[in-house]
Each structure stands twice: as C-alpha cells, then as structure tokens.
C-alpha cells in the first residue's frame, strides 16, 4: 500500500483541490474507536463470565422436562434498552451426525457397502485444470476474466503512532 505523506501544518481537509472536510468526521472516528474497544472489553469479560454461569446451571439449576436448567435470580432486573431479566437457562444443544467410519465397518459387515456407499461418478470443479489450460493457451485472457468473479468488502481499521 503506497503511503501518502503530508505536510503536517496543512490540515488534511485544508489542502488546496480537496473536498471541504465534514467538521464532524474526527468526533464520529472517536467515537467508533472507544465504542470498538469497550465492546471487544465487555465481549471479553462475557467470555469469561459464561462457563461460571453454566457450571452453576450444571449444579444448582432446575431441571425441565428437555434436560436445560434453569436459575432464577433472587430478584429481576432491567437493562439499559429495557428488557428485564428474571434469570438464565443453560439449553442443551444436540447435533446428530452419522459416524461415517463405523458405518463404513457396519456396511461392510452385513455386505451393504452398495447399498449404503454406492458408487457414483460426479465431475468437480479443478481450479488447478483451469489454469493448466490457461497455461496452455486453450483458454484466452479475456475468458478466463469472465469467469473469475470478484467481490470486494470494506474494513474500517485502526491507526495509531
């Protein structure tokens, strides 16, 4: 990235062919700064404070019929925006996956490998054979820009001295 240097007694939105500067910008640049870093230092805390809440669930809260359990505080409270709180509830949260690999063991066991594993002929995408061809000149400059799409996402970052 080329670095652009100034002329640090000219105010950037002061320099001659410049945009006139939004007087605001610095203060909402602030702003964003502290409001980012007191986020990341309360998601940080949060992080910390969820395993003693949910191994106090595991061990004081009450369970319901759906195995979650649940702690009632002493007395509810409102946060800021309005919601108020009674108390928390550890949920469980099942997944269930098929173990491939014992099934493969299964499969072949009671000889239903076919059945449960057929075999099937599928083409893929080869990033690599694309650009073989391009190499080879079977495929053109311009063809292969076509098929290349770009997305572009913005960050806003941080500088600091």
């Known amino acids: 990235m080329r670095r652009v240097s100034r002329n640090p007694t000219t105010p950037i ?3 001659p ?3 006139k500067r939004d007087a605001r910008i610095d203060a909402k640049f602030r702003q964003w700064a502290v409001v980012s870093a007191k986020a990341t230092e309360f998601k940080g805390r949060a992080d910390q404070l969820r395993p003693e809440l949910l191994a106090y669930a595991e061990n004081h809260g009450e369970e319901d019929a759906k195995g979650h359990r649940e702690v009632d505080l002493e007395e509810p409270f409102e946060v800021p925006g309005g919601e108020t709180y009674t108390g928390f509830t550890r949920e469980v949260r099942r997944s269930r996956r098929v173990n491939e690999e014992r099934t493969w ?9 076919d059945q449960i594993f057929p075999e099937q002929t599928i083409r893929v995408f080869s990033e690599e054979g694309l650009y073989a061809a391009y190499q080879e000149d079977k495929i053109t400059d311009e063809e ?3 098929l290349i799409d770009v997305s572009e996402t913005y960050a806003l970052r941080t500088r600091s001295s």
């Not at 063991?105 to 490998?113: C, H, I, N, P, T």
């Open 13 to 15: 939105g002061n320099r």
């Open 105 to 113: 063991e299964m499969a072949e066991e009671k000889d239903l490998l």
């Open 17 to 19: 062919n410049q945009p």
């Open 144 to 146: 292969l820009d076509s």
